[in-house]
């Protein structure tokens, strides 16, 4: 079946503007993650959502980022006013984890960000 | 603070030669590890977790509580193992805190 996907691939935009990405996860994943990657770093946790519980919204660096996932479909990662320090590879995962164990991430193809 | 130290940014070896990526961790309790792999032009993968105790495409890692190491071990190195290598900790039920990675390069 399909795996995780994401759109756009690539985004330029310039700074103080907003931008949407997206993440269609694995049909049937409960588990979505948002991470960020920064040139030569390793992941950042963004976000985290479970089913219909409460977002783990601990790792978004600011209020200028909010994410969004309507029940076990599609998360969209929002963020307002961009600065050059978010231009960042944008992760999306999705896992059939349900509580207790972590189980594999399956991983998007990722948006490139890219803030003038 | 829980943390993941990938000490190379960079290895490069030749093929058939043995390969070892290093992978140290700082957690105050019973560690899971895992290690993820991208290869050129796909998306990161898991390779291999821990507690599986598994041998994936010849790849090992051992978690030593010890030294807090998982390092990730293949005694010949093939080209097609050219890639990032992520060593990544479990922090809670959910979550993983990642290394910054190691680029790996099989030179021919």
């Known amino acids: 079946g399909a795996g995780v996907s994401q759109s756009p691939s690539n985004k330029v935009t310039e700074k103080g503007k907003d931008v949407e990405l997206r993440c269609d996860p694995i049909?049937?994943?409960?588990?979505l993650y948002w991470y960020r990657q920064r040139l030569g770093q390793g992941l950042e946790f963004l976000i985290y959502?479970?089913?219909?519980?409460?977002?783990?919204k601990s790792g978004l660096p600011s209020d200028r980022f909010s994410a969004e996932r309507t029940g076990e479909s599609v998360s969209t990662l929002t963020i307002q006013r961009t600065q050059q320090e978010d231009s960042a590879v944008y992760l999306c995962?999705?896992?059939?984890?349900?509580?207790?164990?972590?189980?594999?991430?399956?991983f998007g193809p990722g948006t490139r960000l890219t803030v003038l | 603070a829980q943390r993941v130290t990938q000490p190379e940014k960079l290895l490069s070896v030749f093929k058939g030669a043995p390969v070892e990526l290093k992978c140290n961790y700082s957690?105050?309790?019973?560690?899971?590890l895992f290690w993820y792999v991208q290869y050129s032009r796909q998306r990161l993968q898991l390779l291999l977790r821990?507690?599986?105790?598994?041998s994936i495409k010849g790849f090992t890692a051992d978690l030593n509580k010890g030294e807090t190491s998982f390092h990730l071990k293949k005694p010949f190195a093939q080209e097609e193992d050219s890639a990032m290598y992520y060593c990544?900790?479990?922090?809670?039920?959910?979550?993983?805190?990642w290394g910054a990675g190691t680029k790996l390069i099989i030179k021919p």
């Open positions: 821990h507690i599986s105790r598994e």
């Open positions: 995962a999705s896992s059939p984890n349900s509580g207790g164990a972590v189980n594999e991430q399956f």
């Open positions: 957690y105050s309790g019973s560690p899971e």
């Open positions: 990544a900790l479990k922090e809670s039920n959910y979550q993983l805190i």
């Open positions: 959502f479970q089913g219909n519980s409460a977002p783990d």
């Open positions: 049909s049937g994943h409960t588990a």
